[in-house]
């Protein structure tokens, strides 16, 4: 059976990358504890490439802004909507998400679920 990918692409100022990669090795945990397969957070390196459209002018990088993309894997489609659910109500998540206190702009991050349809 396939399984199951939310990703992330998010714009995170440089100056508070440090506070967000705090809050993501946190976060990593708890996913984890509730049966995430894979949590990874990835920090652009090789990001103007001639081929395709590059990461930072996709998502319209400002200038000081490292580009993040993340994924989480689960077992299926039905595991991730259930283990969200318990992320959602878990009062440790609560407590990281204060709009006004996030260490980047939660309107341009891009997210969506996928069906994994190629696995090796």
């Not at 692409?9 to 049966?35: F, H, T």
């Not at 993309?69 to 969200?84: A, G, H, L, P």
């Not at 206190?101 to 891009?110: A, G, H, L, T």
Request: charged letters at 30%; proline letters at 6%; a positive charge.
């Amino acid at each position: 059976m396939p399984t199951y990918v939310d990703g992330f692409v998010i714009p995170v100022p440089k100056k508070k990358l440090a506070a967000y990669l705090r809050m993501a090795k946190k976060a990593s945990k708890i996913w984890k504890e509730y049966g995430a397969l894979d949590y990874k957070e990835c920090v652009g390196d090789d990001l103007y490439v001639k081929c395709g459209l590059p990461f930072p002018k996709g998502i319209k990088a400002k200038s000081g802004e490292a580009i993040v993309f993340s994924y989480i894997v689960y077992k299926s489609r039905k595991q991730r909507d259930t283990v969200n659910a318990k992320i959602m109500k878990d009062p440790r998540i609560a407590a990281m998400c204060d709009l006004n206190d996030m260490p980047f702009d939660v309107n341009r991050m891009i997210y969506g679920g996928f069906e994994a349809v190629v696995e090796i």
